[in-house]
């Protein structure tokens, strides 16, 4: 925060009305540094009380050195809390998927700038918005962290039926990495980690993690067609 110094200007022997500002300065953002000067603007010096406060709106009474004169004046000096800029942004994504767009306006309207830039979908990672600074508004940065989750690694493979014209086959995937719980889509309709009852054909399944990153995987199924000889005519 920039330091600002306000100068009082209490008349001799007269109470000095600030009024709304003290060259221009009355309202600060909470946190911020000032200072108040003890010499005013006509060679008055003094003390100021109570001790500053930088995190509640406060009135503070300059006292004048005895032999000077002068009156005690006063100085409220609003403190103004800080605006959170808002945005919708995930806390998480799966590994490889496309990342949102960082946007420069918040959801409330707060433009700035983010560093790094744009989120990366490999690595996790901590995100910092800082507002474009506009006079009399009281903006804070705003940090997000997001963090990449691994995706499931899945095999799927299964027994062929003992012929084709049989359904006997079965298959069943093995999932490593992710985060369980697991859900199964087969593209036979079954949700379940082992499917039997197959005849030939390929079978696809997606395994979905608790963090909804998923992966797919396929078995293909061939029964051997029985032999039923040559044919012969009378």
């Given at each position: ?45 003094g003390t100021w009380s109570p001790a500053i406060n930088n ?138 980690e082992d499917i039997s009852g197959l005849q030939n054909g ?33």
């Amino acid at each position: 925060w920039k330091e600002e110094k306000i100068l009082a200007a209490p008349q001799p022997g007269t109470d000095f009305n600030f009024g709304s500002s003290v060259d221009g300065i009355v309202h600060f953002c909470s946190g911020g540094t000032f200072t108040l000067s003890t010499t005013s603007t006509n060679s008055i010096t003094g003390t100021w009380s109570p001790a500053i406060n930088n995190t509640t709106t406060t009135t503070y009474t300059f006292t004048p050195a005895t032999g000077q004169c002068a009156t005690p004046t006063t100085l409220t000096i609003t403190v103004n809390s800080g605006i959170k800029p808002t945005f919708t942004l995930p806390t998480s994504l799966c590994n490889g998927s496309t990342p949102p767009t960082l946007s420069t306006t918040s959801n409330n309207g707060i433009t700035g700038t983010w560093s790094p830039s744009t989120i990366s979908n490999t690595s996790s990672g901590t995100y910092i918005f800082t507002p474009t600074p506009v006079a009399g508004q009281c903006y804070l940065n705003d940090t997000i962290q997001i963090k990449i989750n691994d995706l499931p690694i899945i095999y799927a493979h299964g027994t062929n039926p003992t012929c084709s014209s049989l359904c006997n086959g079965n298959a069943t995937v093995d999932v490593v990495g992710g985060t369980t719980p697991y859900t199964y889509s087969w593209s036979n309709g079954a949700t379940t980690e082992d499917i039997s009852g197959l005849q030939n054909g390929v079978y696809v399944v997606t395994v979905t993690d608790a963090h909804a990153c998923s992966a797919t995987s396929s078995v293909l199924l061939n029964g051997i067609t029985a032999n039923t000889g040559p044919k012969t005519s009378s």
